[in-house]
Structures are given as structure tokens and as C-alpha cells.
């Protein structure tokens, strides 16, 4: 019990040699390791060995915000997998945060990436200049409260397109996006896009082909959609899973023989009791 006291003594303090805290550093015992890495003479590129696995004791360095002071570009140096880790910490330090400005752009596309990555970092990535950042985020469900600013500030059609497809996106952002006639296939394409908003899209000729292979579409409006002028739309209508007995029956005497093949290959596989 002395001899590990004394070891934890040594971890500690700031005063014992980087050369001995190095050696400490590959000890077994966490607690010993955690001591290390808070520990502001422990030699840099110990910090960064241990840092992914010890976050929180690395910002409690007193040494970290003096490297940022002394290396503006230090941002740049720390291992991209330590800077993941540092940034799920919802309270990162101001120095930090102005530290990921400088950061390359495939560690900012990393972090808004990143499911555990605090809300606050998200917020500030959302007026990130890279459009490589701003693409990732609306698929990040973390970043959920700061889509309807995303929109705002970046009409690029990517993210519009991004958001509209996503399953997290709320009901009230798909609604506004179901204006724009340039991603209403891909709200079709989304598996939580409500029925009401699946209606009045289907009044669209171009989105009714989408809209009847999504698993979502309601009995009724495949039923309407089966007498679609369009064979494209009737086809889809075969393949939707909650296409009723009747219809496909229906659609068995289709004029068009893709549809009616089609038709006939989904009863004997849904129903092969009929056959």
C-alpha cells in the first residue's frame, strides 16, 4: 500500500522528471495513468498517447491552454482520434474551441460526425465555412436542434437534399422542404415522412413513383396510385410491401406486361397459399 501511495505521489507531482513520468505512464493501474496525464511536466507526446483514453484529465492539464499560447497551430499536431475525444466533452474550453477553427478539414468532418460530439461544438460547426462539414452534420441526430438555422444559412441544395431524407428530420423542417420541388423524392424516400405530407406529395407526377415504394405510403393512396396513368408508378405499386390482396390482383390485368408480370411474381411470393 506505501510503495503504491508513493507511485500515485510521483504521478502527481509536477515535479517528478518527464523521463520518470514517461516510465509511469505505461503502468497498468488507470489511477496511476489518469495522474499522469493531469500532470503539466509529462513529456508532450505522452499527453497525446494517452489523451484518447483519458479526455477529461488531459484538458485538466494546467499545460494545455499554455501549448495553445505558445503554438496557435497546435491544433494541427494533436492525433486526430485524441481531438474526436476531446471535443464529446460538453465542456471544452474556449482555447480549444478557437483552436478547431485551425483544424483540418477532415478532423472538423470527423467531429461533426461524431455521435458523441457536444452540442455546443455541433452549434459552432454549423457556420463552419467548409461545406464539407456543413454536408455531415444533418446526419449527426446530435445536431437535430440546429437544423432549421443549418437551412437558413446554407440553402445549398446537398444539405436541403441531406435533411429531407434524413429520419430524424422533424415534421415541421420536412414540411417547408416539401416547397422545393428539387428534394420532394428524396422526403418521398424518407420512412418517417408522415402520410398527410406523403398526400400531398403524390399530387406531384414527378414524386409518384418514389412515393409508391415507400414502405409508409397508406393503403388508400396505393390504391389510387395503382390507377396511375404512369407504369413506372403502377410497377411501384406492386413492389410496395402494404400493397392489399386486391390490388395487386388488380394490377395482375394491368394493360402494360412488366406491370402485370410484376404484379403476378408479388402474389405468389406474398401469398403463396393463392397459388
Known sequence: MAIDSQVRQQASNPNTPPEQLRELAACEDVAIRQLVVAN???PTEVLWELGEEFPTQLLENPVLPLLFLENINLIQEIPQKILIRLFEIETAPDYLQQGLLKAQVEVKVAIAQNPNTSVDILASLVQEPESQVRYVLPANPRSRTYWSELLDLNPELRIRRTLAENPNTPVYLLELLAQDPQVRR??????NTPIHLLELLAQDPQVRSTIAL??????HLLELLAQDP???VRFGVTENPNTPL???KRLESDRDPDVRKAAEVKLKERF????
Request: net charge negative; proline share 20%.
Open 40 to 42: 503539466p511536466n509529462t
Open 186 to 191: 428524396a422526403i418521398a424516400v424518407n420512412p
Open 214 to 219: 415507400n414502405p409508409n405510403t397508406p393503403v
Open 230 to 232: 404512369d407504369l413506372v
Open 246 to 248: 386486391n390490388t395487386l
Open 272 to 275: 403463396p397459399e393463392l397459388a
